[in-house]
């Protein structure tokens, strides 16, 4: 938020100009439109004594690296910050399920793969958020529609661990003729680790 919009962190929001305020900012926008702490403001309302909601959440959401490092932090991460009650943790963390929820649904119209930036459009806001390593089977018909999307592991993935036919038991129930594996990296590097190579290899 610019500063002149903000004179001081502990300005009421009652006492911001009526379009400067985030709840009056939100009802004639598209919610794109807003700041990450105008979101969140509408959502958790209050701030602390001495600082507004808005100059709370500039002030969370930087302490955790931004917004995805916010939405990766635990419970108990959050409750340790500063100006945030278990309540609003909740609220928090209930948002973002909500989000990644959203994110995971399939439009009426069936997504269509065709590249590799479809399946990210796909899957990346939720598998970005998470803090484990996922793997996902995405399900397709022979006009390369989405059928579904499942989560088969979570956590650490290694050779050992991992059953082919584990991976399959979705592609054999719903009887689909092509499938995709989708697996994030959490420290944001594609290349390959030697121990992903022969568990390629074993789906193969």
């Known amino acids: 938020m610019n500063s002149d919009k903000m004179v001081n962190r502990a300005t009421m929001i009652r006492d911001f100009p009526a379009d400067q305020k985030p709840r009056e900012r939100l009802r004639p926008l598209d919610g794109s439109q807003l700041s990450n702490p105008e979101l969140i403001a509408n959502l958790l309302r209050t701030g602390i004594k001495g600082e507004n909601v808005l100059s709370m959440f500039s002030r969370v959401i930087a302490g955790f690296g931004g917004l995805v490092g916010l939405a990766r932090s635990s419970f108990a991460e959050l409750c340790e910050t500063n100006g945030i009650s278990e309540?609003?943790?909740?609220?928090?963390?209930a948002a973002f399920e909500l989000g990644r929820l959203a994110a995971s649904l399939l439009p009426d119209d069936r997504a269509i793969i065709r590249t590799?930036?479809?399946?990210?459009?796909?899957l990346g806001a939720e598998m970005?958020?998470?803090v484990q390593q996922k793997l996902e089977v995405?399900?397709?018909n022979t006009r390369a529609e989405v059928i579904s999307v499942h989560e088969v592991y979570q956590g650490m993935l290694d050779s050992a661990q991992m059953r082919v036919a584990e991976l399959?038991?979705?592609?054999?129930r719903e009887n689909c003729p092509a499938v995709i594996m989708v697996h994030n990296l959490l420290f944001g590097d594609p290349s390959p680790s030697p121990e992903y190579i022969p568990v390629t290899r074993n789906i193969n």
């Open 87 to 93: 309540a609003k943790v909740c609220q928090i963390l």
């Open 116 to 122: 590799p930036a479809d399946i990210h459009n796909l």
């Open 128 to 130: 970005s958020m998470t």
């Open 138 to 140: 995405v399900l397709l």
């Open 168 to 172: 399959l038991r979705p592609v054999v």
